[in-house]
Nanobody
């Protein structure tokens, strides 16, 4: 079992910045990828960004140039630096992780979510 614990959400004015963190703990053999999704009220959960164990990153078009995903392998932690935030970035942000077991099976886990609100 793997636990993902998010932190860093909150209320920020348009144009402001926030940094989200997600720490993975538990029975981690190896990490395939970790990332962030978001879900606004009445909408589906969409990918924001992910980063693989090798460092390959991918971003939603709506956040390219404004958000940066990074990781600290030693801490099994992934970060999402969000700059120039817009009201349309308001959502619950969920950490997602895909992990390998010792038998090479892949398992997916989700964090509990953290609210990001962009409003003046």
């Amino acid at each position: 079992q793997v636990q993902l614990v998010e932190s860093g959400g909150g209320l920020v004015q348009p144009g402001g910045s926030l940094r989200l963190s997600c720490a993975a703990s538990g029975s981690i053999f190896s990490i395939y990828a970790m990332g962030w999704y978001r879900q606004a009220p009445g909408k589906q959960r969409d990918l924001v960004a992910f980063i693989t164990s090798g460092g390959t990153t991918n971003y939603a078009n709506s956040v390219k140039g404004r958000f940066t995903i990074s990781k600290n392998n030693a801490k099994n932690t992934v970060y999402l630096q969000m700059n120039n935030l817009k009201p349309e970035d308001t959502a619950v942000y969920y950490c997602n992780g895909v992990f390998y077991s010792s038998s090479s099976a892949r398992y997916e886990y989700w964090g509990q979510g953290t609210q990001v609100t962009v409003s003046s």
